[in-house]
């Protein structure tokens, strides 16, 4: 993420494409959402998970048409240097005029007359890797590029946050649970006793601790996620998803079904907000989604297809859970309905399954994300030329990327917040201020280039200024919604 140009990566299929791109955003957001459509009111839930849909499949569409513009860029950068080389060893100038040439032609002198004769090329293709970290350098000043850093690293610490309380929470409801029958579903308290005298809060600041030292080691190291664990994760991803709704529908079929979600609640739609936000996240990828797709000619529709299906799939769980299980009773970590509640599931090894799930799936993600954060942190600080010292890039850079998420998540388990708030303003940031100034700045950036008679094949269908604004001002309007919540709800406490 922190990158720049990278190798495109073994190419696959658009269908392939489509895949990858739902099991990234089909993630631990999507395990949160049914507790905040119950908060919400179903009606409110499915109208507001619409519209954020809409608006994440937008600023993607962005996203793309920005990777085409620095392609673009790249491109004539590495043609316009072709000519000049091609005219220092061919040409009789002085080398005053060879450097006067260098210095007014990229001002100037529009891509397509900069190519060669032999072929049609479409500067637009997608065949380099450019990272969003890169994009900022292109098309952004200074400022802009560290505002884009720490909007990422803020992103980044909520992702670690969130993944250091999971995993920890899904063990301490195995080992603290209820898994006998001998009961129905059960919301216990953090006082509740565990382990004779260990309360619960005990027991998962233990497996809290024991995750750190297990996986915070990974942050000082590379690591890397392998295809053969990718396909595993998503794997058992799938099955613990068609899992659950399935068995949810079996109840509510049987007249079983606990759930009255409220209609409306408006005292629950700043988390449903920020739950939302987050589960449609994908822009940050993209640039390692889309540039290996093979044939990118229908690579628009199948995104509007994926965002079509993912939202299918987002109310289909949701709405199974909240007509399921009591509102009250239902958990942050939707997987833990399950494993306490022998009426819908009375197996005690998938009970298990769907308890320890999110153990394995995000484990194996915690520390892809550490180092991407500490990458991050390395190239907000690099000035050109510089190194840093053996101590600062081997321990103070681990350890600031470690430290701040493990004592969030000592401090709280509350998942439903911490997706909320790391939804709700990084994720505002990444999902739709990010892209907006992105295409906003790389069409004006690359009008004088390639001439206003170009077109970008993979231009946004969103095309108009007023899209880009209608964004922005949109953004501008949930932070202030989701910072005006938070100080009422301090206030009245």
């Known amino acids: 993420m922190a990158g720049g140009i990278t190798e495109t990566g073994e190419p696959y299929s658009a269908f ?37 849909g809409f608006m994440s499949y937008m600023t993607t569409t962005f996203v793309i ?33 060879i450097m006067g040439r260098g210095r007014s032609e990229p001002e100037t002198k529009p891509i397509l007359s900069v190519q060669r004769s032999g072929g049609h090329v479409d500067h637009f293709d997608i065949v380099e890797r450019v990272e969003m970290g890169q994009m900022a350098s292109m098309f952004f000043n ?17 992702d670690l946050a969130i993944y250091a309380a999971a995993v920890p929470i ?29 309360t619960r809060k005990d027991a998962y600041r233990v497996f809290l601790s024991v995750f750190t030292v297990l996986l915070g080691p990974f942050t000082f190291f590379n ?68 540039t290996p797709i093979s044939d990118k000619k229908r690579v628009g529709s199948l995104v509007l297809a994926d965002y079509i299906l993912i939202l ?9 859970a909240i007509f399921c299980f009591d509102s009250s009773l239902l958990h942050d970590m939707y997987t833990l309905n399950f494993t306490d509640n022998c009426d819908v599931l009375n197996n005690w090894v998938l009970r298990y399954f769907l308890g320890l799930f999110p153990v394995f799936t995000i484990s194996t993600n915690f520390p892809i994300i550490a180092v991407t954060l500490r990458n991050n942190w390395k190239t907000l600080f690099h000035r050109d030329g510089g190194t840093y010292p053996w101590v600062v890039d081997r321990v103070v850079f681990p350890l600031i990327t470690l430290v701040p998420p493990i004592l969030v998540a000592f401090c709280t388990h509350n998942l439903e ?5 790391t939804g709700s303003y990084a994720g505002t940031g990444i999902q739709y201020i990010i892209p907006a100034f992105l ?40 932070l202030m919604f989701v910072t005006a919540n938070i100080i009422l709800t301090d206030t009245r406490k």
């Open 16 to 52: 392939v494409g489509l895949i990858y791109m739902f099991n990234l955003i089909v993630g631990t957001g999507a395990l949160t959402m049914p507790k905040a459509f119950a908060t919400a009111g179903w009606v409110v839930s499915l109208a507001l998970i619409s519209f954020l």
């Open 65 to 97: 048409e920005a990777m085409a513009a620095a392609n673009a860029q790249l491109r004539w950068k590495r043609r316009e240097q072709e000519e000049i080389d091609d005219s220092d060893s061919t040409s009789e100038y002085s080398d005053d005029d």
């Open 142 to 158: 200074k400022v802009g590029v560290n505002m884009f850093y720490i909007c990422i690293i803020v992103y980044l610490y909520g």
């Open 170 to 198: 899904s063990l301490m409801e195995v080992a603290c649970g209820n898994h006998s029958c001998s009961t129905g579903s059960v919301k216990y308290n953090d006082t509740d006793p565990c382990w004779g005298s260990v």
């Open 223 to 290: 690591a890397q996620k392998t295809k053969y664990l990718q396909i595993l994760t998503s794997f058992m991803r799938w099955i613990a998803f068609t899992m659950m709704i399935i068995l949810a529908l079996i109840r509510i079929i049987k007249g079983t079904g606990e759930g009255h979600p409220p209609v409306a609640s408006l005292y629950g739609v700043p988390n449903l907000f920020g739950v939302c936000v987050y589960s449609f996240m994908c822009q940050h990828s993209l640039p390692s989604l889309v």
């Open 312 to 320: 299918g799939f987002y109310v289909l769980l949701s709405f199974t």
């Open 417 to 421: 917040s911490l997706v909320g708030i």
């Open 439 to 478: 295409v906003f700045y790389a069409r004006r950036h690359l009008e004088p280039v390639v001439g206003r008679d170009a077109v970008n094949k993979h231009q946004s269908p969103f095309r108009h200024a007023f899209w880009v604004w209608f964004v922005l001002l949109w953004a501008t309007f949930c």
